[in-house]
């Protein structure tokens, strides 16, 4: 069944997530959608530094937006920050170093920013393929951690401060990677199977697919989506996935192309108005299976993902 799913969603790959997918799909964008200026409202873009979170910072910081670059190497950081104030012309760019995969330090993040700052949007974009079997010094999975728990602890610990806000949003950036994975809750950190970290990439998106449509439902007053970039060429990619990227080449998107739709769901009047809890390709709601592919899981799966989840994240309070 994995084969099949993998090939269906190779091929649906080619025609969709390339950077010809992009161009044939934005024929039907709506243009004055992203004609939009957003001064003081506050965005907390994580993974901001490289990629599609540079290109998303940025474009939310020209047109005005307060920023909050969430960064694990501070290094790169202060240097994506301040090509970001240099382009932009916007000085409210703010830079917070923090390790997505060590939930107590997420949780300490949280609570030091929110006596400081409000926040209005808050995207889910850092995200890791390791595809070796590591465990941080808490001892858990390091994909795992940064992908699911990391993103579950500081979106949980945010929603508080978002609920004050006018129109608050958070946006996942997810894969379609993830249409290959039904959501597997008994091997959460990989200890049982044999360890393939493009595959447990891919999970870890399904688990944030989930988690999204689950938060909708318990929050109605936040706007919640997830979305898929494309194939996209960036560092991330490059470093990961060295194969798919050469192989692909000039038919990847580029970073401005992967981060257009995370733009439409942050700051859209129009995206506001579409469901809460949808998945997202192309600035189009779009189905999160394959047909035929025997991904869906119950309730009851869905519900044990949370229970795991967030005993380990009050574990690490």
Not at 81 to 97: A, D, K, T
Not at 105 to 121: C, P
Request: charged share 25%.
């Amino acid at each position: 069944m994995l084969l099949y799913r993998s090939a269906v969603w190779f091929a649906k790959g080619l025609r969709e997530y390339t950077k010809s997918g992009y161009e044939s799909a934005s024929k039907d964008f709506i243009p004055d959608d992203l004609d939009v200026q957003v001064p003081g409202r506050a965005f907390m873009v994580t993974g901001g530094n490289s990629g599609i979170g540079k290109a998303t910072a940025f474009e939310i910081a020209r047109r005005g937006g307060t920023v909050h670059l969430v960064c694990r190497d501070e290094n790169r950081a202060e240097g994506a920050r301040g090509e970001i104030i240099r382009e932009s012309g916007n000085q409210n760019i703010f830079l917070h170093i923090v390790d997505l995969s060590d939930p107590k330090t997420v949780w300490k993040f949280v609570e030091n920013f929110k006596q400081e700052h409000t926040l209005n949007v808050l995207i889910n974009n850092a995200g890791c393929m390791v595809n070796e079997r590591e465990l941080t010094e808490d001892g858990l999975e390091k994909n795992f951690a940064t992908n699911t728990l990391g993103v579950y602890v500081l979106t949980t610990a945010l929603i508080p401060v978002l609920e004050k806000e006018h129109d608050p949003r958070v946006v996942t950036v997810s894969s379609g990677g993830m249409l290959v994975q039904k959501l597997n809750t008994d091997d959460l950190q990989s200890e049982r199977t044999a360890f393939d970290g493009t595959m447990v990439y891919a999970q870890n998106k399904r688990q944030q697919v989930v988690l999204t449509e689950q938060w909708a439902r318990a929050h109605p007053t936040i706007h919640f989506s997830c979305m898929h970039p494309g194939w996209v060429d960036t560092p991330g990619v490059r470093l990961s996935m060295p194969g798919f990227h050469a192989r692909l080449g000039a038919r990847l998107r580029s970073e401005a192309q992967g981060a257009d739709t995370v733009l439409w769901l942050a700051l859209a009047p129009t995206a506001a108005v579409q469901p809460s809890g949808r998945f997202f390709q192309d600035r189009k709601p779009v189905p999160t299976h394959l047909p035929f592919a025997r991904t869906s899981s119950s309730p009851a799966e869905e519900e044990k993902l949370i229970e795991i989840l967030e005993e380990l994240a009050q574990r690490f309070k």
